[in-house]
């Protein structure tokens, strides 16, 4: 589809050509939503279980032949139930509606001019970019609140070295499901909410390039949330989030729910990333060029090509583990033929561009933030869009740091580990941006500012002992530790997510409309921080003193950091709450409305009205100048945002492009 | 470290502050590294018992006392520009804008690398030079001790326990290591099932017991003392409690102890029934040993004999 070049009346016409939407539509039960989409998973799951019961061989466990004792005849019907639920679960929200439609040449509905207004809009398919924003945004708050309470039960039972209150079974099924509900959120915490959400309005947009593959990105998080917390139901998985093979081979059927759920994450994350690549580079508004995109955008922008090129890497590894689960193959079997080294390889693959996809995005919320609150351009912005994609790209070459001590090709050691160091360059780039920034600045502590600088605080001493973790000899005492726990936790929770509450503080205004309580976010804020810090900093000491990950016994001088790092980690869950209960307060019962601009930001989204219109934009603005020009003098705004007709496309004519 | 002394222009009465940081951070750095390096060096982890684990220990006290300034001046320059540079109240001005600086920008960028190159050569020189500084190198270590003379050990990881051969010994298999002061071991790495790691924490020995898989690692034991074995790869249901431990002592009292173990499973008949050694095996495979065995001395390890492969189910 070509970009809408001509303002004005012309966009009353749809993009999608013909007429819109009949005029009276259907009753809401009638319309396809959640409602119908559970109809249809249960008809899916019902169905896929009978055929997987049907197609599954009677195997017979025990004797001496090594497939056969792997082997039992309930994973075929599970994984093939989760499969047709998961598809009857997106047909009965109407995701396949648009081909049928498409196939019978009816006219397709209009994207930008979505009529529908509502609460009803967010439990459907939607097509707004803004709409699936806010979807994820609430999505991933039920992801984050889910696995911190997994965490809690973790926290518990570590209280004592040797007095249980889980058996090794279930505190080994909370720790994958702790690990993988986060790993999964945490790759969409910012690149769902935020990214969707601004990701045109900050380009200067109408709309994203796929709307569909949007929509269909979002709704396959439920049920890659519902499958994953089935592995309840189903004793859990004793893996944790890195599903090593044999391991995963061996284990009872609540292993596939881990295969199916991260699968249909991964899946998701391809399809996110495929979108904002394309959206960024075809949908930009005139004159946003290359060297005026905020940095978020970028921090985005390469994110997605992470996304884009690591995370089949990941489906094609579940897969491969599903088959060896439910059709048995071999291909992690080390005495039928296959490897163990294999999984190792093909996870950590995806599994190192996984953690800088979590990182990025984290450094590019605080970019965007850093200058409005210091008031100052930020500082050599090229050396900062040179580090994140210096980050994006070595991240391609470290995976096998994972492996220092397993065997695996033993003099290429010093190779990762010369990559690895490498990437504290370009992350040093991050810091020197936030520095240069900060000099001379006018630096207003407003809450977004504060988790911003929490982010830069926390993601210094997770960076500085991943430079640690890269030494091989310092490595041979800290792999596999409690140290990699407080090191990923640093980088993860302390900078993503600090950074994503930052985010929240910082957009919510904007995307919710409605101001959240000043006095409660500082409290927040500092809750968060202290107690993020002291649940975590013990971790590192906990490591270096011998404590594995994983264990549910330990040492017993080991004891009182341990019960200093739960207790710390209550009052972390406590901070949550003090959190949940700003938003819920601000949004659902105070409701103060925001101001369009609250932050006098210069940003591009912050120039649209709020609550933005369908269309984003009235017309195509046309950009003016960069994002960050706080202070400089004669400086104009942004964007105009009402372009004389035809200035939009005399631009694109200039450019060359057909208008 | 040059200082920013950034845009000037015609503030000359501004402090200068880049100089205030510096002579901040430089007396705070000094005065922590020297008490990480004096005060703190001596009690890293993982001690001193092994030729490997002191260097690691260096190796991290090294990158302790690197990463002191850095942290610091990240940290002192954050608070300094917190103080300093805060909006004051009923300031609503912009700052004076500043886009960039080559010379600041060069600077950091290059001193970032030299670190990073430094490190990174540091890093090599302390993997090579203690033959694999502990962790395991794979089946045909390319690092080795330059000695004549090695114990061999073997480790058999196992849901959930590592047992140990000794084939200079006969074959003899225990449930406890003993290490003789002052020899090179060499440590066999092998699994049974799924893929332990061996992690003799005091030693400063880690490496991975992948299934069919020989993985070798060397340590010298240079003290006498107790050290604890845990498992270190996520293996399975006990995985939290598969541990158990070992001694270093001296030459004559482990000489005692191995020849006392091989008397003992001599008479027994254990060293009959147990598999040739070999570098790994295959666990479907051995089907020989009789049931009454494990009753004797609580051997369980490389028969693979306790159960099949799938069972105990998982989790």
Known sequence: ???????????????????????????????????????????????????????????????????????????????????????????????????????????????????????????????????????????????????????????????????????????????????????????????????????????????????????????????????????????????GWTGYAPLSIQSTPGMDTYAMAFGLMGISMILAGFNIIVTYINYRAPGMRWSRLPMFVWSMFTVSFLQVLSVPVLVAGLYMMLMDRAWQTAFFVNQLGGSSYLWQNVFWFFGHPEVYILALPGFGVVAEILPVFCRKPLFAYKVGVAGMFGVALLSWFVWQHHLFVSGINPDMRPLYMLTTELISIPTGFIYLVALGTLWKAKIKFEVPMLFALGMYFNFLIGGVTGVYLSDVPADTTEHGSFFVMGHFHYTIMGGLIFAFFGGIYYWVPKMLGVELNKTLGKIHFWTMFIFFNSTFLPMFFLGMAGMPRRVFEYAKNLQPLNVWASISAYLLAVSMIIFLVNFIWSTLFVRKRAASNPWNARGLEWQVPTPVPPENFEHIPVVLSGPYEYGVKDAPPMADLNPPVGVVAAAYAGAGVEA | MTTPEATTGAAAAEPRHGLRIFLIWLPLAIIVDLIVWFVWYPHFPPGRMTDQAQGQQFDIAVMTVLSVPVLLFIWVYFAYALIVWRRRPGDEEDATPIHGNTRIQATWITTTAVIVLGLFVFGTVQLIVPAGAGAGEGPSPIWKPHVNQLLKVQVIGQQWAFTYRFPQFGGIETTHLELPIGEEVQFNVTSLDVIHSFWAYQLGVKADANPGVNNVAFAKPQQIGDFTVRCNELCGLWHGAMFNTGKVVSPVSFMAWANGIRDRETRAGVLITLPAYSLTYDPTQITSLGNTLKKVLGITGSPGYYYSPANPVQP
């Open chain 1, 1 to 239: 589809m070509a970009i809408e070049t001509t303002p004005g009346a012309d966009q009353t016409q749809p993009a999608g050509g013909g007429p819109t939407e009949p005029g009276r539509p259907r009753p809401w039960w009638m319309r396809p939503a959640v409602h119908t989409g559970l109809i249809g998973a249960v008809i899916g799951y019902l169905f896929g279980h009978w055929m997987g019961n049907a197609l599954s061989p009677d195997f017979s466990p025990g004797g001496s032949n090594y497939a056969a004792a792997l082997a039992n005849n309930f994973d075929m019907p599970l994984v093939l139930g989760y499969v047709f639920g998961t598809v009857g679960w997106l047909a009965g929200l109407g995701v396949f509606n648009d081909l049928g439609r498409l196939m019978l040449g009816k006219p397709l509905p209009d994207i930008e001019h979505a009529p529908e207004g509502g609460l009803a809009k967010y439990f459907r398919y939607t097509l707004d970019h803004k709409v699936v924003g806010i979807q994820y945004l609430f999505g991933m708050i039920v992801y984050f609140l889910t696995g911190g309470l997994f965490a809690m039960a973790i926290r518990t039972e570590l209280l004592n070295p040797t007095n249980h209150i889980m058996s090794s079974s279930s505190y080994l099924m909370v720790v994958g499901e702790h690990s993988t509900m986060m790993m999964m959120m945490m790759s969409s915490v910012v690149l769902g909410p935020f990214g969707q959400y601004f990701a045109p309005l900050m380009i200067g947009s109408k709309r994203m390039a796929f709307p569909r593959l949007e929509a269909l990105g979002f709704w396959l998080t439920p049920p890659a949330y519902v499958i994953l917390v089935s592995g309840v139901l189903l004793g859990g998985f004793p893996t």
